[in-house]
């Protein structure tokens, strides 16, 4: 009997991209589960049950003290252990938008200080903050592929994706952290200009940078590249149909730019786990 990736689409209340996500993971033959988190809390299901676990965009709890700040908190008040080990073991988290939000404000991502140690606990070095254009920002991005990640092989050097987001400036705790993140290859995307407009990529200005995150970080990975935490939504990206040009481009295949991140999250484990 075969084995198959399991995935786990981890929600809650307000989560609202959690079909899309497990569309994208069923695409490429992965088992996938949609799971209140309050199942993992109350002990009746577990993380282990999983190779991978992946928190969706949406707006968990209404964001209604700060986006990802509720679901961030059940994690470490009930679900730190389970998630160390879980990383320890080689499995893979992914975390878009509102799941990037939730992995940061846990102290789970940038994961620099060595929290995956027996008996430690994170600490959060960074966050993600309102748009410096004080609204909500929905549009389509240029990004630029920086990263050293299982989640990233294969990319095209820039991607096109959409964002849909009112926190999503990426801030840290001071320079070090980003040098850290620099010199670690640790920033898996980059916001950059439209390509065809050769525009210096030492200055990307609102909107190619749609929130003024710092240094265009718009997504990043812990220390093994296991962990991705990212703004944009791969899974809005997944089909070719869904780009807004796709009709000037004409069909250019079935997928879109979105797809592969899904692609390599299952190869990945399907090579080295199973």
């Not at 569309?23 to 996938?32: I, L, P």
């Not at 994961?111 to 309102?130: E, H, K, N, V, Y």
């Not at 240094?215 to 990212?230: F, K, P």
Request: charged share 25%; proline share 4%.
């Amino acid at each position: 009997m075969a084995k198959i990736v399991r995935v786990l689409i981890l929600r809650t209340e307000g989560t609202n991209c959690d079909q899309e996500t497990a569309f994208a993971f069923k695409e490429f033959g992965a088992d996938v589960k949609l799971v209140h988190i309050n199942r993992f809390i109350e002990k009746r299901d577990s993380l282990f049950n999983y190779h991978i676990l992946s928190i969706p965009g949406g707006f968990s709890y209404g964001d209604d003290i700060a986006s990802g700040r509720i679901l961030a908190n059940e994690l470490r008040f009930y679900l730190i252990d389970e998630i160390i080990e879980f990383i320890r073991t080689g499995r893979l988290i992914i975390g878009i938008c509102n799941g990037f939000q939730v992995l940061v404000k846990a102290g789970i991502l940038p994961g620099i200080d060595r929290w995956t140690d027996r008996g430690s606990s994170p600490t959060q070095t960074a966050t993600l903050i309102s748009n410096d254009s004080g609204k909500f920002e929905d549009r389509w991005v240029y990004l630029k592929v920086t990263g050293n990640s299982p989640w990233t092989q294969g990319l095209s050097d820039i991607i096109y994706l959409p964002v849909a987001h009112a926190e999503g400036k990426f801030v840290v705790k001071n320079k070090k952290l980003l040098r850290q993140l620099k010199d670690n290859r640790q920033i898996a995307f980059k916001y950059c200009n439209d390509p065809r407009m050769r525009i210096d990529d030492n200055i990307v200005q609102y909107p190619a940078n749609p929130n003024g995150s710092v240094d265009n970080v718009a997504g990043i990975t812990d220390i093994s590249g296991h962990v991705l935490g990212m703004m944009p939504h791969p899974e809005r990206h997944f089909l070719f149909h869904q780009h807004p040009y796709w009709r000037r481009l004409g069909m250019v295949g079935k997928f879109g730019d979105g797809a592969l991140i899904f692609k390599n999250g299952v190869e990945y484990i399907e090579k080295n786990l199973l």
